[in-house]
């Protein structure tokens, strides 16, 4: 089978001398560092090893990102070690009970109905839409120190909270040049005592979705971050490990379907939530599943797979073991997720993402594979 993003967390585990899986058979070292570069899909870094030879070279296996390939779902699997059938972040938005009965959770911005409503962290804490224990939390009760080389906004971020859990030291980091001293700092100590440190970079994303994934301005980035971690290669000491992974690839927008749009979509569906490649419909009425499922069949016809939560579920789509009642409720009455490129699009929700050039999510291996790269 092959190994998620789900298994990093516990080899760093079992690499500090914790009786975990280490499947991915990393080597002991004092401190470890896991570098998360948001977008860095596998394929692309494949297709471009002259712009990034130094991050391919150290490529050492790939990953399945996981179901749905977007970053909320991809920390938080990360961060447990298990799919979101586990942790319950079940996509870039999601429906969550209300008083008025539903009501759309952004959780990559924990916010109310949309990525720019309001605050969600009252009305939704982060620690009980995901309670589980992280595998950060297991590292430091186990003795391990733990810091963050993160933006300092993303401190106390609900994803932040829901994810990881652990606090740690924080190293702000909003460019790669602070990543890199962030890195170094964490890593600059004589004692013998254990560090972790998680660390992340945004940049190749938000160029991916703004020019497009392998445009010449996301080519650019990439070619920083190889020279960043080139020369981190050269500055760490040897008891440092430096880890590199990416939460997802990204395709380029081609067929675009405002949903919107058609009429048909709307009847009977109380929320579409999900991103533009993976949806999660919302039924007023369970007894109206079949129709419903029949109107956005033939509404996008080739261009996307509609399926019920159960069939999903049968098909382990979100994971191996099946969700309890809680999350399964959150998972769409019906799921649509786009064939190629192909987009659904909800400009009246969402404005922003829906003029995006890059998208993610969905099943190509694109989108699904991300590189793990380590220094030794």
């Not at 298994?7 to 079992?14: E, M, N, Q, S, W």
């Not at 779902?73 to 209300?98: E, K, M, N, Q, R």
């Not at 186990?142 to 990881?164: F, K, M, N």
Request: hydrophobic share 45%; glycine share 8%.
């Amino acid at each position: 089978m092959p190994h998620t993003l789900a298994d990093v967390l516990p080899a760093v585990a079992a690499s500090f001398g914790m009786d975990v899986d280490n499947s991915l058979e990393l080597a002991p070292a004092r401190d470890v560092v896991l570098l998360l570069i948001d977008g860095l899909g596998a394929e692309p870094l494949a297709r471009h090893r002259s712009v990034a030879p130094t991050l391919a070279a150290h490529a050492r296996t790939t990953l399945a990102a996981g179901f749905p390939a977007t970053t909320a779902v991809s920390i938080a699997s990360l961060a447990l070690g298990a799919p979101c059938a586990t942790h319950g972040i079940i996509g870039y938005s999601f429906a969550l009970p209300d008083p008025g009965g539903l009501r759309l959770l952004n959780s990559l911005r924990w916010r109310l109905d949309s990525a720019t409503g309001a605050d969600a962290r009252a009305a939704y804490p982060p620690e009980t839409v995901q309670s589980g224990t992280s595998r950060v939390q297991d590292l430091a009760a186990h003795g391990v120190e733990v810091h963050y080389v993160i933006p300092e906004y993303q401190r106390d971020s609900g994803l932040t909270r829901a994810a990881l859990r652990a606090t740690g030291v924080l190293h702000a980091a909003s460019d790669l040049g602070q990543v890199r001293d962030g890195i170094l700092t964490v890593a600059a100590h004589s004692d013998t005592a254990s560090r972790f440190a998680y660390a992340y970079f945004p940049d190749l994303d938000a160029t991916g979705h703004l020019y497009g994934p392998e445009s010449p301005e996301w080519l650019a980035v990439l070619a920083r971050i190889d020279a960043c971690f080139a020369d981190l290669l050269t500055a760490l000491p040897d008891t440092c490990t430096l880890l590199v992974t990416g939460d997802h690839g990204m395709i380029r927008a081609g067929r675009v379907i405002d949903l919107d749009a058609d009429e048909r979509l709307h009847r009977e569906v109380r929320l579409i939530a999900g991103e533009a490649r993976v949806r999660h419909i919302y039924l007023d009425r369970p007894a109206a599943l079949p129709d419903v499922q029949a109107d956005w069949t033939g509404a996008l016809g080739a261009y996307a797979r509609v399926v019920s939560r159960e069939q999903a579920l049968d098909e382990r789509w979100f994971g191996a073991t099946a969700p309890g009642p809680e999350i399964r409720r959150r998972i769409g009455d019906l799921i649509a997720v786009a064939h190629g490129d192909t987009v659904l699009v909800c400009p009246g929700r969402e404005p922003l993402e829906s003029a995006m050039i890059g998208h993610h999510g969905a099943w190509t291996a694109d989108e699904q594979l991300v590189p793990l790269i380590a220094s030794a």
